[in-house]
């Protein structure tokens, strides 16, 4: 940033106050944030970065926090001291028996609401192609394997049903059933915190440019009306 001339420093800290949501995805090792960030692409549009079990950079507007089955030392470390909004996911819902009644558990545990989401499922694309193969009597192990055994008995319930049903109405059925959409909220919930958190880089950056000589009288101008 202070490379550059000082127009250009001075647009770059305005610019990143009005970005796109930046979100880090972040969990242990198999936990599935990998999954949940192209589910996350996928379903919303957002601007995603997995970061493993680390602490989220100082770009991130949001966190994602995924965790398994069940909370782990390394997620209650991760989350008692968190310096950007979070939202915590338990992940791979598709694969387990009572996944509202893990999440509640976990939600127990960290002192937070906790939301099962299958990214597999929401991630889901099904081509037209893939319907012959959903609606045969033994589905084809890549199916299995792309879409697992609870999205091929969700689309076969549905093409059971609905017979003429599209590979765009599959897709919504698997999206419906992953639970992604239980984020949607919690997501716009935290847009007031992520104001508050750009506003704060955004003085510290214009700070750091007065300090520096980087377009001085600018940033000073720019500083008014924010708090000390």
């Not at 692409?41 to 957002?46: A, Q």
């Amino acid at each position: 940033m202070l490379g550059w001339g000082d127009d250009e420093a001075l647009e770059q800290v305005q610019t990143r106050r009005s970005g796109p949501l930046t979100v880090a995805v972040a969990g242990r090792p198999g936990a599935g944030s990998s999954t949940m960030a192209a589910a996350l692409r996928t379903c919303f549009r957002l601007c995603c970065m997995t970061i493993g079990d680390t602490d989220p950079p100082p770009t991130a507007d949001l966190l994602i926090r995924v965790i398994g089955a069940q909370v782990r030392e390394q997620d209650r470390r991760a989350l008692a001291d968190v310096a950007v909004p979070t939202i915590v996911v338990a992940a791979k819902a598709d694969v387990r028996s009572d996944p509202r009644a893990l999440a509640d558990a976990a939600a127990d545990d960290l002192g937070r609401s906790v939301h099962p989401v299958s990214g597999l499922l929401a991630s889901a694309a099904v081509g037209p192609a893939d319907l012959v193969g959903l609606r045969a009597a033994d589905p084809p192990a890549p199916l299995l394997r792309r879409y697992g055994l609870t999205g091929v008995a969700a689309a076969r319930e549905l093409l059971d049903r609905l017979p003429e049903s599209t590979a765009r109405e599959v897709t919504e059925r698997l999206r419906a059933v992953s639970g992604i959409d239980a984020l949607a909220d919690p997501i716009r919930e935290r847009s007031g915190p992520v104001a508050t958190l750009r506003d704060r880089r955004l003085r510290d950056d214009l700070r750091l440019l007065a300090a520096r000589g980087v377009a001085r009288d600018d940033a000073e101008r720019a500083l008014v009306g924010f708090a000390s």
